[in-house]
T-cell receptor, first 112, second 115 residues
Framework: KNQVEQSPQSLIILEGKNCTLQ??????????LRWYKQDTGRGPVSLTI?????NTKSNGRYTATLDADTKQSSLHITASQLSDSASYIC???????????FGTGTRLQVFP | DSGVTQTPKHLITATGQRVTLRCSPR?????VYWYQQSLDQGLQFLIQ???????AKGNILERFSAQQFPDLHSELNLSSLELGDSALYFC??????????????FGPGTRLTVT
């Protein structure tokens, strides 16, 4: 079982709508949690990095939340744009090993 | 543009062959990470180098090896290639030894196809 699970696996929304992506993890203890955006065939680009003590972090229209008690994080995208079409990857750093553990991502498609 | 460069962009080779992937980190970055991303799979951490020395190992096969040179560029060597090695290979760089709390900048990747 993957230590970082993301849902949904894929999502289709209309331009201008909001959406929320979920990340559940079992990595414990953890150092930080990141969200990356990856366009098809390109390298991931960081959206947010949160330490275990942070609850929320924003980057423009992207807002990430973290609940360390329930081991859940979400990425909320506001007023989606066509350019938001990409895979969104949740990454958790294992505190004991310093290793980054990647989720398999949520593939988001935004249609006009 | 992240500032990290990878060559080649695409590579097609046959099973049993050996290839070398190259990564140049962002100017000033000392750490280089290598990742493998297979079709429909998440990124898998392979190995990290810091200032020329191996720092951490992930799920890297014995057929794979890497090194970081004095000018800080890194090479990932893949030998005795199998069909299952077909994947996107990314490198990422950051400045400090421990990039846990810092931004990792990813390169554009090398797409390896083994036929």
């Amino acid at each position: 079982k993957n230590q970082v699970e993301q849902s949904p696996q894929s999502l289709i929304i209309l331009e201008g709508k909001n959406c929320t992506l979920q990340c559940n993890y079992t990595v414990s203890p953890f150092s930080n949690l990141r969200w990356y955006k990856q366009d098809t065939g390109r390298g991931p680009v960081s959206l947010t990095i949160m330490t275990f003590s942070e609850n929320t972090k924003s980057n423009g229209r992207y807002t990430a939340t973290l609940d360390a008690d329930t081991k859940q994080s979400s990425l909320h995208i506001t007023a989606s744009q066509l350019s938001d079409s990409a895979s969104y990857i949740c990454v958790v750093t294992d505190y004991n090993t310093d290793k980054l553990i990647f989720g398999t991502g949520t593939r988001l498609q935004v249609f006009p | 543009d992240s500032g990290v460069t990878q060559t080649p962009k695409h590579l097609i080779t046959a099973t049993g062959q050996r290839v070398t992937l190259r990564c140049s980190p962002r100017s000033g970055d000392l750490s280089v990470y290598w990742y493998q991303q297979s079709l429909d799979q998440g990124l898998q951490f392979l190995i990290q180098y810091y200032n020329g020395e191996e720092r951490a190992k992930g799920n890297i096969l014995e057929r794979f090896s890497a090194q970081q040179f004095p000018d800080l560029h890194s090479e990932l060597n893949l030998s005795s290639l199998e069909l299952g090695d077909s994947a996107l290979y990314f490198c990422a760089s950051c400045y400090p030894q421990n990039c846990d709390y810092y931004e990792q900048y990813f390169g554009p990747g090398t797409r390896l196809t083994v036929t």
